[in-house]
């Protein structure tokens, strides 16, 4: 048997409920995504912040973890934040 997660589980039920629906317009759907998604990631404006060394380390190894270089992980840490979707455990 196959260990799903949560999420997994919640798709997999939605999907046999037969609540999916096949998208209109597939290429011009995926056209107008795509153009978001440059939009909301688009890196154009450069700071300069101070922090501890001791939290760079821990940023540094968080990112090393995900696979991802550090400056990513903190912009993607700022970006949740800023928009309401970094959620404290």
Same mark, same amino acid.
Request: glycine share 2%; proline share 1%.
């Given at each position: 048997? &196959?260990?799903?997660?949560?999420?997994?589980?919640?798709?997999? #039920?939605?999907?046999?409920?037969?609540?999916?629906?096949?998208?209109?317009?597939?290429?011009?759907? &995926?056209?107008?995504?795509?153009?978001?998604?440059?939009?909301?990631?688009?890196?154009?404006?450069?700071?300069? &912040?101070?922090?501890?060394?001791?939290?760079?380390?821990?940023?540094?190894?968080?990112?090393? #973890?995900?696979? &991802?270089?550090?400056?990513?992980?903190?912009?993607?840490?700022?970006?949740?934040?800023?928009?309401?979707?970094?959620? #404290?455990?």
């Amino acid at each position: 048997m &196959i260990d799903y997660t949560k999420e997994e589980k919640a798709f997999l #039920e939605s999907y046999e409920r037969d609540e999916w629906q096949s998208v209109k317009n597939k290429k011009s759907e &995926i056209s107008r995504y795509q153009q978001i998604a440059k939009s909301t990631f688009k890196k154009d404006s450069r700071i300069n &912040i101070r922090m501890s060394s001791k939290d760079i380390h821990a940023m540094q190894l968080k990112a090393l #973890e995900e696979g &991802i270089p550090y400056q990513t992980l903190i912009t993607s840490v700022l970006h949740k934040y800023v928009s309401g979707r970094l959620a #404290e455990k």
